[in-house]
Structure formats: C-alpha cells, structure tokens
C-alpha cells in the first residue's frame, strides 16, 4: 500500500524567526516579569513551543521554567482568565 497525501505536497517554509534573547542582549528572562512572559504563554495558558516562539534551545529552556516559577507563587494563572457557563 502506499500513501498518498492528500492536498498541497508542496511544503511552505518561512524565514525562521531569530531569538530575540540572543538578539537584545538587554532583555532578561526573570520570572517576575510577567509583561514579558506573557508573550510566550497562548490564549489557553499552555507555553508556547520553540517552533513557534522563534527562541533558541537555551532561551526556550529558560523562559519555560520561568514561566512555571511565576505560576507556582501567582504571578501567573495556569489557565486562562476565560470564565465558562
């Protein structure tokens, strides 16, 4: 059997995005700064993949942990702000 896709076989690739750690030198991953931290954390409050962030291994690797530093003393939520009925 062979497979077949279904759709556009062409694949789309983008520049990649560069870290913005490695490019601003001034920037610092610090759990108390919420402000930046949000940037990486989606709708849902899920932290948001390497792939799609641009940061580099070490960086990503950082902002993670920071991230769930801030959660642990509630500087940021685990779950989006969102009410549901």
């Not at 076989?9 to 030198?25: E, I, L, P, T």
């Not at 993949?49 to 690797?61: E, F, K, T, V």
Request: aromatic share 8%.
């Amino acid at each position: 059997m062979a497979f077949v896709k279904k759709g556009n076989a062409r694949r789309r690739f983008s520049r990649r995005k560069g870290c913005r750690f490695c490019a601003d030198n001034t920037l610092k991953i610090d759990y108390k700064e919420v402000r930046t931290l949000r940037y990486f954390i989606s709708e849902r409050g899920k932290i948001v993949p390497r792939r799609i962030s641009g940061n580099c291994a070490i960086h990503q690797r950082k902002v993670t942990e920071a991230i769930k530093r801030a959660r642990n003393i509630a500087l940021l939520s685990f779950t989006s702000n969102k009410m549901v009925d």
